[in-house]
């Protein structure tokens, strides 16, 4: 077996819109589809997004595995609280998860 067959492959999902629009749910479909296929996702949600931190359907995307961030500021001043499930950080952590994936997708509008 080669060593690209062992690494799994990565997915990197920027999310900018809320929860309500079009673009935020096909993200999130898109975070799930890639997780069922084995790609490890690292979804990172900015500005209004972070108001579905909470949601069901995002917390089913961190039972299922993938790695959920979400923009420290955005949350601080939409009063959204804290949860454990999903790691806040600013613009250095999006840095990372942008590094780090084979593919990086934003959806902002």
């Known amino acids: 077996m080669n060593d690209e067959a062992k690494t799994p492959k990565t997915l990197g999902v920027l999310l900018g819109t809320a929860p309500e629009e079009g673009s935020h749910q096909f993200g999130l479909r898109l975070a799930a589809a890639a997780q ?3 790609v490890q996702v690292y ?3 900015l500005d209004d997004a972070v108001l579905g931190v909470h949601s069901a359907s995002l917390q089913s995307l961190v039972a299922a595995g993938v790695q959920v961030s979400a923009c420290a500021y955005a949350a601080r001043r939409r009063e959204i609280p804290a ?4 790691t806040f950080g600013g613009l ?3 840095n990372r998860i942008i590094t780090k994936s084979d593919r990086f997708v934003g959806l902002c509008h």
């Open 92 to 94: 250095g952590l999006l």
């Open 43 to 45: 979804l990172y949600l």
């Open 36 to 38: 069922r296929e084995r």
């Open 83 to 86: 949860t454990d499930a999903v």
